[in-house]
């Protein structure tokens, strides 16, 4: 089992949808949890970054850790044409020198107008 | 200007020749990363340096090597390039706090 999964998509929905995405992950150590988003021919950039479970809200963009179940969300509401890109979960125990990140593959995310 | 520089952002090179990767940061951080990422892989880590004294293998070390020049400056090396070396190479820096930044990439061909 990969340490961290993510459905590849790619996900294609209209402009104004609410969209979510999803990690799973095996490793109970992980304390960090962060959502990067990628545009084409470009390099990730921090969307979200959230501690431990519960939720955190930015914008359109909601991030929810629940740790029981080893499971991470990104929603996304009312999105926008700009919202097409990559997105890419990441984990860490944490803690500074406690681990380096794990990515997710990414989820390619088209929002149509 | 740009926090994390990369350079080259595009090169082709051929079988067996030695590459060199040039990562340049201005954040100030002491922690830099070199990454691969290929399509449906996502992205590995290749190498990491908490501070220049301190180099660390990632999880596809092999076929790379690594230089930290100055607290600013890290290169990733390409001792005899192969087909199977084609990817978008990232840098990223962090300071304590896990949060990375990322450069634009570079693309590699190796033909």
């Known amino acids: 089992q990969k340490e961290v999964e993510q459905d590849p998509g790619p996900l294609s929905v209209p402009e104004g949808a609410i969209v979510s995405l999803n990690c799973t992950y095996s490793?109970?150590?992980?304390?960090?949890f962060m959502w990067y988003r990628q545009y084409s021919r470009k390099g990730p950039e921090l969307l979200m970054y959230?501690?431990?479970?519960g939720n955190k809200e930015d914008g359109r963009f909601t991030a929810q850790v629940d740790k029981s179940s080893k499971y991470i969300s990104l929603f996304i509401r009312d999105s926008q044409p700009s919202d097409s890109a990559t997105y890419l979960c990441?984990?860490?125990?944490?803690?500074?020198?406690?681990?380096?990140?794990?990515f997710g593959k990414g989820t390619k995310l088209s929002v149509k107008p | 200007d740009a926090d994390v520089t990369q350079t080259p952002r595009n090169r082709i090179t051929k079988t067996g020749k030695r590459i060199m990767l040039e990562c340049s940061q201005t954040?100030?951080?002491?922690?830099m990363y070199w990454y691969r990422q290929d399509p449906g892989l996502g992205l590995r880590l290749i190498y990491y340096?908490?501070?220049?004294?301190?180099?660390n293998k990632g999880e596809i070390s092999d076929g790379y090597s690594v230089s930290r020049q100055a607290q600013a400056k890290f290169s990733l090396s390409l001792e005899s390039a192969i087909p199977n070396q084609t990817a978008l190479y990232f840098c990223?820096?962090?300071?304590?706090?896990?949060?990375?930044?990322f450069g634009p990439g570079t693309r590699l061909t190796v033909l």
């Open positions: 959230t501690y431990s479970s």
């Open positions: 990223a820096t962090s300071d304590l706090n896990d949060e990375q930044f």
């Open positions: 954040k100030g951080h002491d922690r």
């Open positions: 340096s908490f501070d220049v004294k301190d180099i």
């Open positions: 490793n109970s150590a992980f304390q960090y």
């Open positions: 990441a984990m860490t125990r944490g803690g500074g020198s406690q681990g380096n990140l794990i």
